[in-house]
């Protein structure tokens, strides 16, 4: 089974551009959270998508927005870039709720983002 | 969800056990333990997780302490590969499904 893929892979931008990332998940998995790992703050959540709506947010500004299709497949956008926004964009699925625990997340290889 | 503590770094030599501790002194009872790691600037892996009972599959075994207030991530045989950073995350049953990341171990597996 193919795992979590997500595009593009490395992606430069310049301030106040604005940028879309793409995750698909691993087949069958109908949940998708966005976390963004930074030297400084480490891997911190973004949010979370589950049957195209937002189950969870982390504590982000608005410029950072998300949204999930009817096959799984999730897009983050991030508005008037910053400097501060070149991290690595990582995208996790797992199956989604299941009322017992263990909804493991599979992670992708991530987008790093470099914004000049 | 429940915080937990990990030391910053390990050594292991490569073909010995490598045996990661984490506390979570304040995990409630429905509160998972899962360990995931990260090899440089790849996505993490996840490993393993459990709730009281200890586990093991493929790649690891998990030992969790009777009072589940802390647990130990062991790798029988470590190898260069095993070199990354071990991160363990409590996470609540049946909710919406955030990690939270600390900062984890380095571990670092040398000749």
């Known amino acids: 089974k193919a795992g979590v893929t997500q595009t593009p892979r490395y992606l430069i931008k310049t301030r106040g551009q604005q940028v879309t990332l793409s995750c698909s998940p691993i087949?069958?998995?109908?949940?998708v959270s966005w976390y963004q790992q930074t030297p400084g703050q480490g891997l911190q959540f973004l949010f979370e998508y589950f049957s195209e709506t937002q189950r969870n947010k982390g504590n982000f500004p608005g410029r950072f927005s998300g949204r999930q299709f009817s096959n799984s497949r999730s897009e983050m956008n991030v508005s008037t870039l910053e400097l501060g926004d070149s991290a690595l964009y990582l995208c996790?699925?797992?199956?989604?709720?299941?009322?017992?625990?263990?909804?493991?997340?599979?992670f992708g290889p991530g987008t790093r983002l470099l914004v000049l | 969800d429940a915080k937990t503590t990990q030391p910053p770094s390990m050594d292991c030599a490569e073909g010995r056990a490598a045996n990661l501790p984490c506390n979570h002194s304040?995990?409630?009872?429905?509160?998972?333990v899962y360990w995931y790691r990260q090899i440089h600037s790849q996505g993490p892996q996840y490993i393993i997780h459990g709730l009281k009972n200890n586990e093991t599959n493929e790649m690891a075994s998990l030992i969790i302490t009777e009072d589940r207030k802390s647990s130990t991530l062991i790798l029988p045989h470590a190898t260069l590969r095993d070199t990354a950073v071990y991160y363990c995350i409590v996470r609540v049953v049946g909710t919406a499904s955030k990690l939270t990341f600390g900062t984890g171990t380095r571990l670092q597996v040398t000749l």
């Open positions: 996790a699925s797992s199956l989604g709720p299941s009322g017992g625990g263990g909804e493991t997340q599979y």
């Open positions: 087949s069958g998995h109908r949940s």
């Open positions: 304040t995990i409630s009872g429905n509160e998972y």
